[in-house]
């Protein structure tokens, strides 16, 4: 397998300062997860700063969101050769607050996913149902539905070059995590549609991961690690979590 991963998204959460603190914190404890890949998420405004505090650390740094046009007219937007100019390894795509606030549809995410490859990124593609459709039995048509408007643009070989993690709606920023077994069926349907392609392609777990319950998801044969939110934001309860992925 590769090597596990434990991401932390920051959200839309801290100040410059804050932000440079954490991400020197973790830097300085890098010593801590060896054996597994730390990439933190923060804001995009404190993507430049992070950047330099993480610099010369085993820690990576990621953007929350990018845009799938590659330059032009768009307002707002950052495109992932802006971030990879600035030294950004990783983006989220498709996070289920992109997808239910900002009304991104499979089609626009699965844009951001080859956008993001063609720019030098590796995309972590977030997958997942809400409670009405895991309580009405389609998690896995859901799940599918989100990973084929992938497959469908850029191939399955291209997919798994990438990262996929699947975050259960119901499980995000709620403190109801999923039970391992939950999660583990999930991953494992994900991996068996992958094929023999996505024998190493990392799918790792988020909602609500914590260092209470990390130790039992990461033990899950096909969780290669975690994405986590709130608890990203505490520099020590974030290193734990690394550290029960490195021990799993
Ligand atoms: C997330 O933002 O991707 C997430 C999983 O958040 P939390 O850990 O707070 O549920």
Redesign the pocket.
């Known amino acids: 397998m590769t090597k596990p991963l434990v991401a932390g ?1 920051w ?1 839309m959460h801290g100040n410059a300062n804050t932000a440079a603190e954490l991400a020197t914190h973790l830097s300085l404890h890098d010593s801590a997860f060896v054996g597994v890949e730390v990439i933190i998420f923060p804001p995009a405004v404190h993507l430049d700063r992070v950047i330099t505090a993480a610099a010369s650390s085993m820690v990576s740094v990621g953007a929350q969101n990018m845009s799938q046009w590659a330059s032009g007219a768009y307002t707002g937007e950052v495109s992932g050769e802006m971030l990879n100019d600035i030294g950004c390894d990783y983006v ?1 795509v498709g ?3 992109r997808r239910a606030l900002f009304a991104e549809s499979n089609q626009v995410v699965a844009e951001k996913f080859k956008a993001a490859q063609q720019q030098g990124l590796t995309p972590i593609l ?1 997958v997942g149902e809400s409670l009405q459709q895991r309580q009405q039995g389609q998690t896995v048509k859901v799940v599918t539905e989100q990973i084929a408007a992938v497959t469908d643009l850029v191939g399955t070989k291209s997919l798994c070059k990438g990262v996929i ?1 699947y ?1 259960p709606v119901w ?5 109801e ?1 999923a039970s391992p077994e939950q999660a583990q069926a999930v991953h494992a349907e994900i991996r068996s549609q992958l094929g023999s392609q996505g024998a190493n392609t990392r799918i790792i777990y ?5 260092a209470t319950n990390a130790g039992a998801l990461f033990a899950q044969p096909d969780i290669d690690g ?7 934001l505490e520099a020590n309860e974030f290193l734990k979590i690394a550290q029960l992925m490195v021990q799993g």
């Open positions: 998204n959200k989220l996070h289920s607050e977030c993690a975050e499980a995000i920023g709620t403190g995590v988020g909602g609500s991961v914590n975690g994405l986590v939110g709130g608890a990203s």
